[in-house]
């Protein structure tokens, strides 16, 4: 069963940076695409980054490219999404996501997928 549990949200003020973390345990983590979304207030769930399961390749949306960095740790079963430079648009609960054997272009599509596995979620929020 794939279970996805991240952390590392809190507050920080605009330009600063935060690290989340997802730990994996229990599935073979290197079978699957791995990927971050964010659901802003009030807003629909929206795709932040993806990575493959070698690491060797990513996919960012326009608003975090460059800022933003994803990776994963496959011995250690841990996906981390590095985020510099926060702005308040930033705001939102992050989500770890994983789908089996995806290409990682065709993540941004998946917000709504039936074969993602989601985790609980984090609160990130950046003040100005």
């Known amino acids: 069963q794939v279970q996805l549990v991240e952390s590392g949200g809190g507050l920080a003020q605009a330009g600063t940076s935060l690290k989340l973390s997802c730990a994996a345990p229990?599935?073979?983590?290197?079978?699957?695409?791995m990927a971050w979304f964010r659901q802003p207030p009030g807003k629909e769930r929206e795709f932040v980054a993806s990575?493959?399961?070698?690491?060797?390749?990513?996919d960012y949306a326009d608003s975090v490219k460059g800022r933003f960095t994803i990776s994963r740790d496959n011995p250690e079963n841990f996906l981390y999404l590095q985020m510099d430079n926060l702005k308040p648009e930033d705001t939102a609960v992050y989500y770890c996501?994983?789908?089996?054997?995806?290409?990682?272009?065709?993540?941004?599509?998946?917000?709504?997928?039936?074969?993602?596995?989601w985790g609980q979620g984090t609160q990130v929020t950046v003040s100005s």
């Open positions: 990575i493959n399961w070698t690491g060797a390749i990513t």
């Open positions: 229990g599935f073979t983590f290197t079978y699957y695409t």
């Open positions: 996501a994983a789908r089996y054997h995806t290409n990682v272009q065709d993540m941004k599509m998946m917000t709504s997928d039936r074969n993602v596995y």
